[in-house]
Nanobody, 123 residues
């Protein structure tokens, strides 16, 4: 069974950092792209960052560029999202998703999704 499990969310003050993890199982990790998406209440789900495990290509949406770093550990079948300089606007449920193709910003194209982890940035 394909499974994606996010972890690492929590409450952090503005300017702080969190590292999210997406642990994958049930498919060939190296053949897939993994994307991070987020959804705030009343908002559409939006792409944050993604990585192709085929060739290492990465993508960052404008709000994440320069603050977030995506990486993949093939030995652990895990993708990470290091989030620095967090802002209240980053508050959302963060989801990871997997697909055999690389779709940087199109959530509708991803086949498999985790359950999400809550990130709250507040003082």
């Amino acid at each position: 069974e394909v499974q994606l499990v996010e972890s690492g969310g929590g409450l952090v003050q503005p300017g702080g950092s969190l590292r999210l993890s997406c642990a994958a199982s049930g498919f060939t990790f190296g053949d897939y792209a993994i994307g991070w998406f987020r959804q705030a209440p009343g908002k559409e789900r939006e792409g944050v960052s993604c990585i192709s495990n085929r060739d290492g290509t990465t993508y960052y949406a404008d709000p994440a560029l320069g603050r977030f770093t995506i990486s993949s550990d093939h030995s652990k079948n895990t993708v990470y999202l290091q989030m620095n300089s967090l802002k209240p606007e980053d508050t959302a449920v963060y989801y990871c998703a997997a697909d055999q193709n690389f779709y940087p910003i199109l959530a509708s194209e991803y086949d498999y999704w985790g359950q999400g982890t809550q990130v709250t940035v507040s003082s």
